[in-house]
């Protein structure tokens, strides 16, 4: 199982960045799929999560109404768009998946939000 992150960058207050995660070695349209982030002196917290079918998706009330998380099956793809994004926002943003009782997570990719 690999799941490989992109589309972090250095953004200002108020901008926005899509990132990317794309799965390999298994079925990705059978797992459940999410995005966590870890802040320098923090811990990782669940960002957004959304479920195989689409059907389910659940955010961090710091990130509702301006993250949205989708997925493309086809491509073995899970996206989140962020926006109106705020310095706090600044973290590494990982992608996960579970699979047979094992967690699965990218290498991280930074995100940077600062004028």
Known sequence: VQLVESGGDLVQPG?????????RGFTFSLYD???????????????AA???????????DSVKGRFTISRDNANNAVYLQMNSL???????YYCMTKRIGVTYWGQGTQVTVSS
């Open 15 to 23: 901008g926005s960045l899509r990132l990317s995660c794309t799965g």
């Open 86 to 92: 705020k310095p706090e926002d600044t973290a590494v």
């Open 33 to 47: 799929m999410s995005w966590f982030r870890q802040a320098p002196g923090k811990g990782r917290e669940l960002v």
């Open 50 to 60: 959304i479920s195989r079918t689409t059907r389910n998706t659940n955010y961090a």
